[in-house]
């Protein structure tokens, strides 16, 4: 299970580094990265969710307690499922919010029943604030709670699978 979430790790930063390093600023959003790598690299963000999801899944679903492992199916077929439904850009996809939105709330309510301590990751949220300008902030506030999402699952799992078990 180490080695998934060690592969998760990785393919996210590498993910995250190479979109921000071609559009030379930070994007709105994970999503909005897919505008990056122009209109015959979209593949590259549909399957960096994919992985996402199926690296994040078996490890997270074998730390959930066997009566609430169904959220963390939910979790990884949201993800699964937004990265199947791609921004267009100028257009509105509400499939792939709400596939976000599921992913999110389902991925912290994994975290509490895991490791509720990881929530303290939330604390970035008013630092972000206090360090970044108003307008910044608001501009790159969907980005902000994505990579804390990413970040608690990420460190929950790490946490699980080093010091518990």
């Known amino acids: 299970m180490m080695i998934l979430i060690l592969t998760l790790m990785v393919v996210t930063v590498a993910y995250l580094v190479a979109a921000t390093i071609k559009t030379k600023e930070l994007p709105d959003s994970i999503s909005a990265m897919v505008y990056s790598f122009g209109k015959a690299g ?9 992985l996402c999801a199926f690296l994040v899944l078996p490890p997270l679903i ?3 307690p066997d009566n609430v492992q169904f959220l963390a199916f939910f979790t990884g077929a949201s993800l699964a499922f937004c990265g199947a439904m791609p921004l267009v850009k100028n257009e509105r996809n509400d499939g792939h919010y709400i596939c976000g939105i599921i992913a999110g709330i389902l991925s912290q309510i994994c975290v509490v029943y895991i490791c509720r301590e990881c929530m303290a990751v939330w604390f970035l949220l008013p630092i972000a604030r206090i360090l970044m300008s108003r307008e910044t902030f608001y501009r790159i506030f969907v980005l902000i709670l994505e ?3 990413t970040s608690t699952i ?3 799992l790490f946490i699980h699978y080093t010091i518990i078990i």
């Open 154 to 156: 990420i460190l929950t």
């Open 42 to 50: 979209r593949w590259i963000w549909t399957l960096w969710m994919f």
């Open 147 to 149: 990579m804390i999402c």
């Open 62 to 64: 074998e730390a959930m």
